[in-house]
C-alpha cells in the first residue's frame, strides 16, 4: 500500500524523502509541486531526478477527496459534499469576497461536542480526519477554483476551521495541516488569515499557543454558565471564567491583537438586553486582566432538530448597540449561502455516529425547556 503525501507537512515529507534516500531539498521540490501546482502525477514532476520519480512511483500517491456533490449558490459560495469512506461524508465551502476568498474547512466527520444551535452536532460523530483530510480540502479547492475561475494566482487567501467538528478535538491532524498552509512552499498563508474556531477546549487552545499560533474564534454563544451549559455542552468541562483566562493568555502569541467570540443569535434564549449586559460585564472583569476581544453576532440558520429560533434583526441590532455603547468592537455576519445550506451552523454531510446523539439531544432539549420553566417562574414571582 502507497502513501498519500497529502498526509505530510514539510517535515513530515523530508523525513518521508529521507527514507527514500534523498536530501531534504527535494521534499521541498516535491511539496511545491503538489501544493502550488497541484501535480498529482509524479512524471509531470520535471525538476525531479528521474529515479526519485520512479522511487515515488512505486512507494507514494497523491489523492484528493472524492466529490459527491458540488452545489452553487446565487451569491457565489459554493459547497462541496467529500465522501471520506465508511459512509462518511464531509461538506467544505468557498465564500467569494471583494477583497478576498475564504475557504471554510471540515476537521472531523460529525462533531461530538453537540452544540444546540448547529446542525453538524445534531448528526453525531464518526471519527476525526487525517492531516491529509484537512489539508485535501484545501488542495482541491484552491486548484479547482483555479481552472473554474480561469485564474493563475491564487484564489483562496483566508481559511477558517468552522466547518465539520471541533478542531481542537483533533489536535494532532489539525496542527501539521495549519502548518502546510502557513508554509511558503505550500499556500503561503498569512497566520493572521487562518482562523482556528473552538468551542472551549482550553488545555488544547494553552497547547495551540506554543505549537502553531493563527487566529483564534471561540464560540461562546452565553454570558454565564447555566445557559451556555446547555447550549454548548463542554462547558461543562471548561466553564466560561476558565475559558476566558485561556483566552488571555492566547493573546501573547496570537497574529491578532484580539480573540474573536462568536455569539450565535437565538430568539428568546440568549438574545435578551440582559444578556447584553452580562456579556458588558463579563468582558470588563476579563479587559482588566489583559483580555482584548471583538464579537461576531450570528443570526441562526434554522433547521427544524434544534426547536430553535432566529432572532428578529431589530433584537440583533439592540443587542449590538448596547455592547458597542460600551466600547465593544461588534459586528453582525451576513449570512451567505444559505440557498444551498452552506451557512453558519447548517453544515451536516452524511455521518455515520458512534455517540447516540439522539439521546443526547434530546437531554439537552429537555434541560432547555427546564430552564425557561425556570425563568417564567422567577419573572412571575417579582
Not at 23 to 36: G, V
Not at 203 to 220: K, T
Not at 353 to 372: E, K
Request: with cysteine; net charge neutral; aromatic share 6%.
Amino acid at each position: 500500500m502507497t502513501t498519500n503525501l497529502l498526509d505530510f507537512d514539510l517535515d513530515g515529507l523530508a523525513a518521508f524523502c529521507e527514507r527514500l534516500g534523498e536530501k531534504r531539498f527535494r521534499a521541498t521540490q516535491l511539496f511545491r509541486w503538489i501544493h502550488q501546482k497541484g501535480a498529482t502525477n509524479f512524471t509531470q514532476m520535471t525538476d525531479l531526478a528521474k529515479s526519485l520519480r520512479e522511487k515515488l512511483t512505486g512507494s507514494a500517491h497523491i489523492q484528493g477527496p472524492k466529490v459527491v456533490s458540488r452545489h452553487e449558490s446565487a451569491d457565489g459560495t459554493i459547497k462541496w459534499l467529500f465522501d471520506v469512506g465508511a459512509g462518511d461524508v464531509i461538506e467544505t465551502v468557498f465564500i467569494p469576497e471583494t477583497d478576498r476568498g475564504t475557504l471554510c474547512i471540515s476537521s472531523q466527520a460529525g462533531c461530538a461536542v453537540g452544540c444546540r444551535f448547529c446542525s453538524t452536532g445534531h448528526q453525531g460523530f464518526s471519527r476525526n480526519l487525517t492531516t491529509g483530510e484537512i489539508i485535501s480540502q484545501l488542495w482541491f479547492a484552491e486548484h479547482f477554483l483555479r481552472q473554474h475561475l480561469g485564474r493563475e494566482e491564487r484564489v483562496i487567501s483566508n481559511v477558517v476551521m468552522m466547518g465539520m467538528g471541533e478542531p481542537l478535538q483533533n489536535y494532532g491532524q489539525l496542527v501539521p495541516a495549519l502548518k502546510v498552509m502557513l508554509d511558503d512552499h505550500g499556500y503561503g498563508l498569512s497566520r493572521r488569515r487562518v482562523t482556528v474556531s473552538t468551542s472551549g477546549v482550553v488545555p488544547m487552545i494553552d497547547r495551540l499557543a506554543g505549537d502553531c499560533p493563527v487566529a483564534l474564534a471561540v464560540s461562546l454563544h452565553a454570558p454565564e454558565d447555566a445557559l451556555r451549559d446547555n447550549l454548548v455542552p463542554l462547558n461543562k468541562k471548561y466553564p466560561i471564567a476558565e475559558l476566558l483566562e485561556a483566552c488571555t493568555r492566547y493573546q501573547a502569541s496570537a497574529p491578532r491583537d484580539f480573540i474573536t467570540f462568536e455569539y450565535c443569535m437565538l430568539d428568546g434564549v440568549n438574545d435578551q438586553p440582559e444578556h447584553a449586559r452580562q456579556l458588558v460585564s463579563l468582558v470588563q472583569t476579563h479587559a482588566a486582566r489583559g483580555l482584548s476581544c471583538k464579537f461576531n453576532l450570528i443570526p441562526f440558520n434554522p433547521f427544524p432538530a434544534s426547536g430553535l429560533k432566529r432572532s428578529d434583526m431589530p433584537q440583533v441590532t439592540a443587542f449590538a448597540k448596547i455592547l458597542m455603547d460600551a466600547g465593544i468592537v461588534t459586528t453582525v455576519r451576513r449570512t451567505r449561502g444559505d440557498d444551498i445550506d452552506a451557512a453558519c451552523g447548517q453544515l451536516a454531510g452524511d455521518v455515520q455516529d458512534r455517540t447516540g446523539v439522539d439521546q443526547r439531544m434530546a437531554a439537552q432539549r429537555q434541560g432547555m425547556l427546564g430552564g425557561i420553566k425556570v425563568v417564567v417562574a422567577k419573572g412571575m414571582d417579582t
